[in-house]
């Protein structure tokens, strides 16, 4: 079930755009049967949880950080990721950069937004996004590649487009700054239940569980 899955999910998805197997609370078997199918990226939302999976699994494919990252957990989540989504502070990108140069690595993150603009979601506003990117860019250890957005879990998939839209239009303008060191490249929008959205409105990584592996 889950290879015929993420066949077809890769059958749908327009050239360049790169499937995420979002694996909270999988099995490393879950895992590698969606890598041997053709999913190059996982994306993880707990230290703990992927510090278990990516023993067990390794690096058959690329590790993503999805979820809200403390700063006590970096030092964790350096060794395993290849890119870290929820970055949305100069404190928390201040230890990335610490972290990653002790390690020898240079971390790829994108800049979570706060689409809804909520107060109890994390992300950086859109409007103190350029701001952020700025103070972060000189970092040696981190290297800021997109923006990320979560938008609705559930609902109307409709109701999630204002998100993804004003996302994107975050993401043209930071690009067309070609601010030094900023690679704008990613941006990372969409779930199982949004993602057809995600991608008209410029999506180039979903994220997809419920669809590649089954409900919970």
Do not use: C
């Amino acid at each position: 079930m889950i290879e015929e899955n993420v066949k077809k999910i890769l059958a749908e998805l327009p050239q360049g755009v790169q499937l995420e197997a979002a694996a909270k609370t999988r099995t490393p078997d879950d895992i590698k049967r969606a890598i041997d199918a053709g999913v190059e990226i996982i994306g993880q939302n707990y230290i703990q949880e992927a510090e278990l999976l990516f023993s067990a699994v390794g690096s058959l494919a690329k590790w993503h950080f999805i979820g809200h990252l403390q700063r006590n957990k970096v030092n964790k989540a350096v060794p395993i990721f290849d890119m870290i989504e929820t970055v949305d502070s100069v404190r928390l990108a201040r230890e990335i950069d610490k972290r990653a140069l002790q390690q020898g690595k240079v971390m790829s993150v994108l800049i979570e937004i706060n689409s809804g603009k909520e107060e109890q979601k994390f992300g950086v506003m859109p409007d103190k996004a350029e701001g952020l990117i700025r103070e972060i860019s000189g970092f040696k250890g981190i290297k800021i590649e997109g923006l990320m957005t979560m938008g609705p879990f559930s609902g109307d998939p409709e109701d999630a487009r204002p998100y993804f839209i004003i996302t994107r239009k975050l993401f043209e303008q930071i690009k067309a700054l070609k601010l030094p060191g900023v690679e704008m490249r990613f941006l990372s929008m969409g779930m199982t239940n949004s993602y057809q959205v995600a991608l008209e409105e410029g999506a180039n990584i979903v994220r997809i569980g419920t669809k590649i592996f089954g409900p919970r």
